[in-house]
């Protein structure tokens, strides 16, 4: 039997010059969160099935979960989101930590589901969340942090937008103006969370099935067609809400000192599913016409600790997936061409005897940090210069019967096409000549 | 019920402090590797159990692996180890792909086993193979690049060993010297690699069940106490063994050449158990009387893409656990103290107006690189200071109603102890203290 060379269904081969364009997502992904001061952590890939039923229900757990009996029969899952372990971890140090607490991961998931564009069984997301911040002021860092990540790739509001909501309007609007119980106003936040998959007729029809009555069925479609906080405000105003319902203060203030009103729009059809945010909800969406996904997803939660019987901590956080991330920055032409590797010297020789001279020269330039490739052959000349290209070496070296006569090398930069003949051992102009 | 907060046997919970050391160890991986050329690749954490079959046995896959059907009667495996992923990545590119392949990856990994020190369910491990490279350079330069990794912690021959031994020989030895079936054989490979694990009795025990000759019975022991190449010189002269069946020539002279001898050491119970390995094989020891333990092993191997109908590619590859690497530099004193977060300046405000100001102070700080950390509430003066030391921030920021009054911040290098005022807008001279 011959095995299959292709990787399991959902999931994908790094080759390098992939793993070289997540390591770059990664990389800035790194670097904004330390900038603002947010620690690195991780947790196990399983975690028992327990935790996911405590937070998600048994539906998530039965459908899209990956999830089985260890030999020890404990039923355990591969974790499909990294916000559970969070909160299991967070309980066990929440009192002694100074607060806020600031955490980030980049944790690999899994999802049982219908491989897709944009959504694979098999992704890394970054996860940033804030724990115990004065509640406005954690929800625009969160915010600015987010929107420092895309524009450190060259994204702005040309690209993408925020789209905003508050789950504590949702809930006043379904349970105190339209009188829902909690059982039908959850199904209509699974039908609103589905709004943007579904065609108009589909929703209208499946709304139908909630028979709400005349004023409630014309008020819910009045808060659908809201588009822009302008028209959430009067909306407010002509139902009477209270504006402590939908309390933005320091927040906006902020957003608007900061110029970042440009990418924030409200959108009365986010609210993130059955999930745990009490909050702030949002979006983060691609503008690009051929790309219109979500990037991320994020909002703020009070009970996360609930389920370990801690008192609740006010929280807000946010996952950004690196298929999504890719996609949205491949489609604005933001990805550098990382097919190539990059090396700093590709050190050749062209007879047998050259072979340790250029080992011991790659041994000294390496403890120096230059990035070395060298041979492990023979080359003829010919053949370097191709070599040195595909492996994205910017100089390269010949050492030949003549320069090893006089112990020298002779070094080209394959980028200004200078050459020139050093002494084998005149290693600060060699690095000098490479780095340069 | 309250769930438990503990992480799934054998795994584990990695908090900031943790995950820091964890981070400090990948980035010293990720910059040897270059330094050597090597490029970065990923795989799936799932792969289909067929795939871990054909390369280990039906043993090691009833025994030591997570494996469960996937909803779509696929069996499926979370990766207990790199190499098979590996294997068919390289089989799907290598009839194109310029010689030598460089890869390397820093992959999860799960083994169901009992956990005790050093040895965990969840481990990440830096994997690193070369394919195609002449056999004893890329040998060496494998060395040389693992050498280079644990040198970087300051690392060196007192503190680690490289314990080496040959398939080819032992192959030699127990069948063509002892006249061993190819099934006896192979439990006596099992046995000899359990050797620093038994007793001696029990050892000597379980060989009797062999039922040697004498004349092989004294072979084998005389093999057995072989603890140098000295010794392995001698023995091979004695017995007549070709020296081709142990050629290390060009690999020989240039550890002679690059002064790694003193890592070297030849052990004659090294056989990397049952794996694929084909050529040398070597472990890296850990010289710590408290922590005898392998930190490592790899060797070469030849036939890794046959179990895909590709022809036969030499490569020579490692894996190193993080668990066990850790535990490597904590026995010699090798970790530096990442206990506590590296900020560059904790900004901090003590009424209310300083929120705005700070704020739009932290964003321009960090648009230039700074990493900065922001208060999210009025914090009194005495409470700066000790949060400043637990967030591991060099400087702090204080605005009072005075410095509001004339626009002004207050800025302390807690390391120095300077404090000097600054104007809010003095950008670059604020930078250049908080850097200096």
């Known amino acids: 039997m011959t095995l299959s060379k292709l990787p399991y269904k959902g999931t994908r081969d790094l080759f390098p010059s992939e793993k070289r364009v997540q390591n770059f997502l990664f990389e800035k992904m790194n670097i904004t969160a330390q900038l603002f001061g947010y620690e690195p952590y991780d947790g196990p890939l399983l975690e028992e099935v327990d935790l996911y039923r405590a937070k998600s229900g048994e539906e998530l757990v039965n459908e899209q979960i990956y999830r089985f009996m260890d030999r020890g029969e404990r039923e355990v899952a591969i974790r499909p989101e990294m916000t559970p372990t969070l909160a299991r971890m967070v309980a066990q140090i929440h009192r002694e930590a100074p607060r806020p607490i600031r955490w980030y991961a980049i944790p690999n998931l899994m999802r049982y589901e219908r491989p897709q564009k ?185 009970r996360l600790l609930e389920i370990f019987g801690e008192k609740p901590l006010p929280g807000v956080g946010f996952g950004l997936g690196d298929v999504t991330l890719k996609d949205f920055l491949q ?33 000294s330039l390496r403890a120096q940090g230059v990035r070395v490739i060298t041979a492990l052959e023979t080359l003829k000349l010919n053949k370097i210069f191709p070599l040195a ?28 096409g200078k050459q020139i003949t050093f002494a084998l051992n005149d290693l600060s102009a060699i690095i000098k000549f490479i780095m340069d």
């Open 118 to 302: 944009g959504r694979l069984r098999e992704h890394w997301q970054f996860n940033v969340d804030i724990f115990g911040g004065k509640e406005n002021l954690a929800e625009f860092e969160i915010f600015n942090l987010a929107i420092t990540l895309l524009q450190s790739f060259g994204a702005n509001a040309t690209h993408f937008e925020i789209l905003v909501n508050h789950r504590k309007l949702v809930d006043y609007l379904f349970k105190d103006k339209m009188k829902l119980s909690s059982e039908v106003a959850l199904k209509l936040y699974k039908l609103l969370d589905r709004f943007k998959k579904l065609p108009e007729a589909v929703f209208l029809e499946q709304l139908e099935t909630f028979q709400l009555s005349k004023d409630h069925h014309t008020l819910f479609l009045e808060y659908l067609r809201l588009s822009s906080f302008e028209d959430l405000e009067k909306f407010l105003t002509t139902h009477h809400i209270d504006s402590a319902v939908w309390n933005f203060g320091t927040f906006f203030q902020l957003t608007k000192e900061f110029q970042l009103t440009s990418y924030l729009r409200y959108d009365p059809t986010i609210v993130r599913g059955l999930d745990y945010y009490t909050g702030i909800v949002f979006e983060i969406f691609d503008k690009h016409p051929d790309n219109r996904r979500a990037l991320c997803g994020g909002g703020a939660y009070d």
């Open 331 to 363: 489609s604005h032409g933001l990805l550098p061409d990382l097919s190539k590797p990059k090396n700093d010297v590709l050190l050749t020789f062209q007879i047998d005897g050259g072979m340790v001279p250029v080992m011991r020269l790659a041994q």
């Open 389 to 416: 290209e595909k492996r994205g070496a910017k100089c390269v070296s010949i050492l030949d019967d003549q320069e090893l006569i006089s112990n020298q090398v002779a070094l080209k930069n394959l980028i200004t």
